[in-house]
């Protein structure tokens, strides 16, 4: 995408001027000419894909964008240049001509205008091709009877005014099936003669729409087909066109179906034709967006339409391929095996039963036919996208994803860079967005009138990122392209999943040559890879789910390469399982041998996102540091050598880096790197006690940490709070009982962290010393909603003060039996004081 590498360029050029101006001094004005004529780019990138364009001039437009990203690949590379000299000794030599060069080259795409003529491009209202309407299923129809039952039920309630109900899903997944078979009901058809079906779709006209509901409802059919009536229906306005039907339904028992339906605004045009007070109306309207469910009627919510299950899968391949239930003996493994891999989308199974038809009909053979499924069931997502002459499930993801805003898209092709079938940790993916420049900074419309305060704004929009881009993926969850796998506490995504048939179409999209956004690397037969190591130098991401070690072993160079992502397809295992209860064996095919270590840096040279958790280093590669782009860096250390397991002091030198996350199979970590003096450290996680470097006394950094953790008691000083004052996630891991006893540390440290949302509480088994612990009250954590107390087998008490914090909500224990008598106490407490949002959770339970 040509606006990435803008992005990307535009984020250096802040960077640079932001905490480097010194360096350029004497080119400053050059550069804040550069980042203004890249800001008219970035708009008119943005214009060109969000506005519509006329069929015949679409290709002039195309070529356009064509040769602005790779003006702005060239220009990247050349700035990236000069960032990467400042820092070696800074020699700034002829940077001023050098930057006036870059200049004159985008002056000449738009020859020194002040704006683009963008009708002249191509880029307007033009009419578009009608979508075509899609043919409502109405045989084979498998599943669904729970649903139907559920939306016929809804359809025969009484209600006090017009009813909307909404059927939600991902593309494919039967919506509009589930609805035409509520819709041709007897039972339904009987109740509501005046009945309409409509197909709304992304591209539609009010007034068809309007004319098509006119020519099916009873009142006006009649009259419709007269020649002369229809002549004079056909010139009236949408408004005119609204009221008819609206008077038409007025008083009669009616039903309209409106399939297809995409945003909220869209729902808004079409509203006004109905009879708001009607009590007898009923609305069903399918649609992938959340958003248009809720706006259509708050009071009700919508149907989320389930996958099919196993069983239902396989019944429905059977009926598309052989038209009845039966199936031959020899096919049924293999057969069981496809339906499974289509995970239960309905459309899937259709398309994929299709083709299975024509290979069965091809071949009266059996073992030709048995050796054709197996094919089939190895890729069924390859075939589904390359075998389907109608391109069906493409074409259906295609609309989901041409309808996103501008500021989705790249997060939505983002996810294929994960493993198939792979439970995403939200807080990783949203860090990655973050690392890539996904996530745009929100800025006053008003000018800054000094330096100073245009620093304050920057860091005042950097601490908001994570929020946005949370609600990033929630819009994707909402659009049914994303969907959740587990949730936190307090109700946000923890985890989350793609259908394959999405992830599949975010690496078709996401690796063409006219996006170039990131290409996935595998094994190809002949033991080479696919694509081969000699093309990577043109991609812009990389990720890889195997054979790692053999592909860096090949010494790749990408020198384009802005992300590395190396995820082992079995890292949930891993995570469900605990990190420490994985051993590395030898044959580990993720294990990097010593002569590979700094294979990374030598072959990505402007890395900025590094995934390499999956990786097992026998060491910190130390000349990482010269990475000066990277701002996600996920490692694992496998030795179990206390000096290999060190955190090496070069990891300073790393400004750009926001997230930092370290995973090591020793019980305990040191870091030797100033990590608080790391200008731009957002999150700096672990999987073991992390000893930190104490900061300088005049250190004033640190301040952008909003996640710690997890750190040893010993490094809880208040100068380390003192810095790290804004953090939202604290984890520490050790002999909690130096918090208790005030003298180097103490817990009311923590009283300095007044934004602090999670506190995570690990002790190391000291038994002797459980009689020694204080707990707390009410003011050391005034602000608590949640106590998770898990495995505290020798806790005996918890303190009945914390009942007086206004704001807890729960106490949860787990196997913490000593301490239920006291978790009453304050359960009774806090009933006491009518508080009744208050829960406590006591397992397993005192009986068992």
């Given at each position: 995408?040509?606006?990435?590498?803008?992005?990307?360029?535009?984020?250096?050029?802040?960077?640079?001027?932001?905490?480097?101006?010194?360096?350029?001094?004497?080119?400053?004005?050059?550069?804040?000419?550069?980042?203004?004529?890249?800001?008219?780019?970035?708009?008119?990138?943005?214009?060109?894909?969000?506005?519509?364009?006329?069929?015949?001039?679409?290709?002039?437009?195309?070529?356009?964008?064509?040769?602005?990203?790779?003006?702005?690949?060239?220009?990247?590379?050349?700035?990236?240049?000069?960032?990467?000299?400042?820092?070696?000794?800074?020699?700034?030599?002829?940077?001023?001509?050098?930057?006036?060069?870059?200049?004159?080259?985008?002056?000449?795409?738009?020859?020194?205008?002040?704006?683009?003529?963008?009708?002249?491009?191509?880029?307007?209202?033009?009419?578009?091709?009608?979508?075509?309407?899609?043919?409502?299923?109405?045989?084979?129809?498998?599943?669904?009877?729970?649903?139907?039952?559920?939306?016929i039920g809804y359809l025969n309630e009484e209600t006090e005014q017009l009813d909307v109900i909404s059927i939600i899903g991902m593309p494919g997944l039967g919506k509009t099936t589930l609805a035409g078979k509520?819709?041709?009901?007897?039972?339904?058809?009987?109740?509501?003669?005046?009945?309409?079906?409509?197909?709304?779709?992304?591209?539609?006209?009010?007034?068809?729409?309007?004319?098509?509901?006119?020519k099916q409802i009873a009142n006006t059919k009649r009259v419709v087909e007269d020649k002369d009536t229809k002549a004079g229906i056909d010139t009236k306005s949408v408004a005119e066109l609204a009221q008819e039907i609206a008077t038409s339904l007025q008083g009669k028992k009616f039903l309209i179906v409106m399939d297809d339906v995409w945003t909220a605004d869209?729902?808004?045009?079409?509203?006004?034709?109905?009879?708001?007070?009607?009590?007898?109306?009923?609305?069903?309207?399918?649609?992938?967006?959340?958003?248009?469910?809720?706006?259509?009627?708050?009071?009700r919510p919508p149907h989320n339409l389930r996958f099919l299950t196993q069983e239902e899968s396989w019944l429905l391949l059977r009926w598309e391929v052989f038209r009845k239930p039966e199936c031959p003996s020899e096919l049924e493994v293999l057969g069981k095996q496809i339906a499974n891999n289509c995970k239960g989308v309905a459309l899937a199974i259709v398309v994929i039963g299709g083709i299975l038809a024509r290979k069965s009909s091809s071949s009266d053979e059996m073992s030709a036919r048995r050796n054709a499924w197996r094919k089939v069931s190895e890729r069924v997502t390859t075939y589904l996208i390359y075998e389907d002459p109608q391109r069906l499930m493409e074409k259906l993801i295609s609309l989901s994803y041409q309808k996103l805003p501008y500021h989705l898209r790249e997060c939505f092709l983002y996810l294929g860079m994960?493993?198939?079938?792979?439970?995403?940790?939200?807080?990783?993916?949203?860090?990655?967005?973050?690392?890539?420049?996904?996530?745009?900074?929100?800025?006053?419309?008003?000018?800054?009138?000094?330096?100073?305060?245009?620093?304050?704004?920057?860091?005042?929009?950097?601490?908001?990122?994570?929020?946005?881009?949370?609600?990033?993926?929630?819009?994707?969850?909402?659009?049914?392209?994303?969907r959740?796998?587990?949730?936190?506490?307090?109700?946000?995504?923890?985890?989350?999943?793609?259908?394959?048939?999405?992830?599949?179409?975010?690496?078709?999209?996401?690796?063409?040559?006219?996006?170039?956004?990131?290409?996935?690397?595998?094994?190809?037969?002949?033991e080479g890879f696919q694509p081969p190591i000699s093309c990577i130098d043109k991609y812009r991401r990389l990720s890889m789910h195997s054979e790692v070690v053999d592909f860096l072993s090949s010494k790749?160079?990408?020198?384009?390469?802005?992300?590395?992502?190396?995820?082992?397809?079995?890292?949930?295992?891993?995570?469900?399982?605990?990190y420490h209860s994985y051993i590395p064996s030898d044959e580990d095919e993720f294990n990097l041998p010593n002569e590979n270590i700094s294979a990374i840096p030598a072959a990505f040279k402007l890395l900025r996102v590094l995934d390499a958790q999956s990786i097992k280093f026998s060491k910190f590669p130390r000349d990482l540091y010269k990475l000066i782009h990277l701002r996600f860096i996920a490692l694992s250390i496998r030795s179990c050598s206390p000096k290999s397991n060190n955190l090496p002091s070069c990891f300073s030198k790393l400004w750009n880096v926001q997230t930092l996350i370290v995973h090591t199979v020793r019980h305990a970590l040191d870091v030797e790197a100033n990590i608080l003096s790391m200008v731009q450290l957002r999150h700096f996680k672990t999987n073991t006690s992390t000893t930190l470097r104490k900061p300088g006394k005049n250190?004033?950094?640190?301040?952008?940490?909003?996640?710690?953790?997890?750190?040893?008691?010993?490094?809880?000083?208040?100068?380390?709070?003192?810095?790290?004052?804004?953090?939202?996630?604290?984890?520490?891991?050790?002999?909690?009982?130096?918090l208790l006893d005030g003298k180097d540390v103490s817990f009311d440290s923590l009283a300095k962290l007044g934004n602090l949302e999670k506190l995570k509480l690990i002790n190391f088994p000291y038994p002797h010393l459980a009689s020694e612990a204080k707990m707390a009250s009410s003011h050391h954590f005034s602000k608590l909603r949640r106590l998770e107390l898990r495995n505290c087998e020798k806790l005996k008490e918890i303190p009945i003060g914390l009942a007086d914090i206004p704001c807890l909500q729960l106490l949860d224990l787990y196997y913490t039996k000593q301490a239920a008598v006291s978790a009453r106490k304050i359960l009774e407490a806090k009933n006491k004081q009518e508080e009744k949002a208050f829960k406590l959770s006591i397992l397993p339970p005192e009986d068992e």
């Open positions: 995408m040509a606006d990435a590498a803008v992005e990307f360029l535009l984020e250096n050029l802040k960077q640079l001027l932001l905490h480097h101006a010194h360096l350029i001094k004497d080119a400053k004005n050059q550069v804040e000419k550069l980042q203004n004529d890249l800001r008219f780019f970035k708009a008119f990138l943005k214009d060109t894909t969000t506005k519509k364009r006329k069929k015949d001039e679409h290709c002039k437009c195309s070529s356009v964008r064509y040769a602005t990203s790779f003006t702005m690949r060239k220009t990247g590379n050349q700035v990236q240049g000069l960032l990467l000299q400042s820092f070696s000794p800074p020699r700034l030599l002829n940077i001023a001509e050098r930057v006036e060069i870059v200049c004159r080259k985008i002056s000449d795409i738009y020859g020194g205008k002040d704006k683009i003529d963008f009708a002249g491009l191509g880029i307007g209202d033009g009419e578009l091709d009608k979508p075509e309407v899609p043919v409502v299923r109405q045989e084979n129809l498998v599943g669904f009877e729970d649903d139907a039952e559920k939306i509520s819709y041709r009901n007897p039972t339904i058809q009987y109740e509501f003669q005046t009945r309409a079906w409509v197909f709304v779709s992304q591209e539609f006209t009010v007034k068809d729409v309007f004319l098509s509901i006119l869209d729902w808004d045009k079409l509203q006004i034709a109905l009879p708001k007070s009607s009590k007898m109306g009923k609305v069903l309207i399918t649609s992938r967006q959340v958003e248009v469910a809720r706006f259509a009627n708050r009071d994960f493993p198939e079938d792979y439970e995403i940790p939200a807080w990783k993916l949203t860090l990655m967005w973050i690392a890539e420049g996904f996530i745009q900074q929100r800025y006053a419309t008003r000018e800054p009138q000094t330096f100073s305060e245009a620093v304050g704004r920057w860091q005042q929009a950097m601490t908001s990122l994570e929020e946005t881009a949370e609600n990033y993926l929630d819009e994707l969850i909402n659009r049914n392209l994303v959740i796998d587990k949730r936190m506490s307090d109700g946000k995504v923890k985890t989350c999943r793609v259908h394959d048939m999405i992830r599949d179409f975010c690496k078709s999209e996401g690796g063409s040559e006219r996006e170039n956004f990131f290409q996935e690397i595998n094994k190809s037969s002949d790749p160079f990408g020198p384009r390469i802005r992300s590395f992502v190396c995820i082992n397809k079995d890292d949930d295992k891993l995570r469900s399982g605990g250190s004033k950094e640190g301040r952008k940490l909003q996640t710690l953790g997890i750190i040893s008691p010993e490094s809880c000083g208040g100068e380390v709070f003192d810095r790290a004052c804004n953090l939202k996630k604290l984890g520490i891991c050790g002999k909690l009982a130096l």
